[in-house]
Nanobody
Framework: QVQLVESGGGLVQPEGSLRLSCAAS????????MGWYRQAPGKERELVAT???????LYSDSVKGRFTISRGNAKNTVYLQMNSLKPEDTAVYYC????????????WGQGTQVTVSS
Protein backbone atom coordinates (compact mmCIF):
# COMPACT_ATOMS: atom_id res chain seq x y z
CA GLN A 1 0.00 0.00 0.00
CA VAL A 2 1.36 3.39 -1.05
CA GLN A 3 0.02 6.80 -0.21
CA LEU A 4 1.00 10.07 -1.87
CA VAL A 5 0.23 13.44 -0.32
CA GLU A 6 0.69 16.67 -2.28
CA SER A 7 0.88 20.22 -1.03
CA GLY A 8 1.84 23.67 -2.21
CA GLY A 9 -0.82 24.55 -4.74
CA GLY A 10 -2.59 27.86 -4.80
CA LEU A 11 -3.35 31.03 -6.70
CA VAL A 12 -0.47 32.89 -8.27
CA GLN A 13 -0.09 35.70 -10.78
CA PRO A 14 1.53 35.20 -14.17
CA GLU A 15 5.33 35.12 -13.93
CA GLY A 16 5.03 34.04 -10.32
CA SER A 17 6.37 30.90 -8.70
CA LEU A 18 5.07 27.98 -6.69
CA ARG A 19 6.73 24.95 -5.18
CA LEU A 20 4.77 21.73 -4.99
CA SER A 21 5.70 18.94 -2.61
CA CYS A 22 4.81 15.27 -2.58
CA ALA A 23 5.55 12.79 0.17
CA ALA A 24 5.11 9.10 -0.49
CA SER A 25 4.70 6.50 2.22
CA UNK A 26 4.18 2.78 2.38
CA UNK A 27 5.94 -0.16 0.83
CA UNK A 28 7.93 1.41 -1.99
CA UNK A 29 10.50 -0.36 -4.10
CA UNK A 30 13.86 1.37 -4.00
CA UNK A 31 13.99 1.66 -7.77
CA UNK A 32 11.13 3.84 -8.84
CA UNK A 33 9.99 6.87 -10.76
CA MET A 34 8.15 9.78 -9.21
CA GLY A 35 6.61 12.55 -11.17
CA TRP A 36 4.07 15.25 -11.65
CA TYR A 37 1.13 15.23 -14.00
CA ARG A 38 -1.53 17.83 -14.51
CA GLN A 39 -5.06 18.01 -15.78
CA ALA A 40 -6.76 21.18 -16.92
CA PRO A 41 -10.55 21.42 -17.17
CA GLY A 42 -11.81 19.57 -20.21
CA LYS A 43 -8.41 18.14 -21.04
CA GLU A 44 -6.61 14.86 -20.55
CA ARG A 45 -4.09 14.35 -17.80
CA GLU A 46 -0.63 15.05 -19.13
CA LEU A 47 2.94 14.49 -18.06
CA VAL A 48 4.76 17.45 -16.54
CA ALA A 49 8.01 15.96 -15.27
CA THR A 50 9.47 12.80 -13.81
CA UNK A 51 12.53 11.90 -11.81
CA UNK A 52 13.91 8.41 -11.27
CA UNK A 53 15.43 7.05 -8.11
CA UNK A 54 18.75 7.44 -9.90
CA UNK A 55 18.16 11.13 -10.48
CA UNK A 56 17.34 11.16 -14.18
CA UNK A 57 14.75 13.76 -15.12
CA LEU A 58 12.29 14.19 -17.94
CA TYR A 59 10.21 17.26 -18.75
CA SER A 60 7.35 18.11 -20.99
CA ASP A 61 8.40 20.58 -23.66
CA SER A 62 5.81 23.02 -22.39
CA VAL A 63 7.51 23.37 -19.00
CA LYS A 64 11.13 22.78 -19.90
CA GLY A 65 13.29 25.61 -18.64
CA ARG A 66 10.62 26.87 -16.26
CA PHE A 67 9.92 23.91 -13.97
CA THR A 68 12.39 21.82 -12.01
CA ILE A 69 11.64 18.44 -10.49
CA SER A 70 13.82 17.16 -7.70
CA ARG A 71 14.06 14.53 -5.01
CA GLY A 72 14.11 15.67 -1.43
CA ASN A 73 16.59 14.68 1.23
CA ALA A 74 13.84 12.58 2.75
CA LYS A 75 13.31 9.38 0.82
CA ASN A 76 10.32 9.18 -1.45
CA THR A 77 9.80 12.91 -1.46
CA VAL A 78 9.61 14.91 -4.65
CA TYR A 79 9.27 18.61 -5.41
CA LEU A 80 8.22 20.63 -8.40
CA GLN A 81 9.60 24.15 -8.50
CA MET A 82 7.47 26.14 -10.92
CA ASN A 83 8.80 29.46 -12.13
CA SER A 84 7.59 31.90 -14.75
CA LEU A 85 4.10 30.53 -14.45
CA LYS A 86 1.65 31.11 -17.25
CA PRO A 87 -2.15 31.02 -17.28
CA GLU A 88 -1.96 27.85 -19.36
CA ASP A 89 -0.25 26.15 -16.42
CA THR A 90 -3.54 26.28 -14.55
CA ALA A 91 -4.53 22.73 -13.69
CA VAL A 92 -4.84 20.19 -10.95
CA TYR A 93 -1.38 18.79 -10.38
CA TYR A 94 -1.02 15.16 -9.36
CA CYS A 95 1.93 13.40 -7.83
CA UNK A 96 2.67 9.98 -9.24
CA UNK A 97 4.77 7.01 -8.19
CA UNK A 98 5.67 4.10 -10.42
CA UNK A 99 7.52 1.01 -9.27
CA UNK A 100 7.76 -2.64 -10.21
CA UNK A 101 6.70 -4.20 -6.93
CA UNK A 102 3.44 -5.04 -5.26
CA UNK A 103 -0.03 -5.71 -6.53
CA UNK A 104 -0.08 -2.53 -8.58
CA UNK A 105 2.55 -0.36 -10.20
CA UNK A 106 1.14 3.14 -10.30
CA UNK A 107 -0.10 5.34 -7.47
CA TRP A 108 -1.60 8.80 -7.52
CA GLY A 109 -1.99 11.60 -5.04
CA GLN A 110 -5.24 13.44 -4.52
CA GLY A 111 -4.16 16.44 -6.58
CA THR A 112 -3.49 20.05 -5.74
CA GLN A 113 -4.96 23.00 -7.61
CA VAL A 114 -2.66 25.49 -9.27
CA THR A 115 -4.32 28.59 -10.67
CA VAL A 116 -2.33 31.20 -12.58
CA SER A 117 -4.35 34.35 -13.06
CA SER A 118 -4.07 38.09 -12.73
Amino acid sequence: QVQLVESGGGLVQPEGSLRLSCAASGSIFSINVMGWYRQAPGKERELVATVTSGGSTLYSDSVKGRFTISRGNAKNTVYLQMNSLKPEDTAVYYCNLFHGAGSRNTYWGQGTQVTVSS
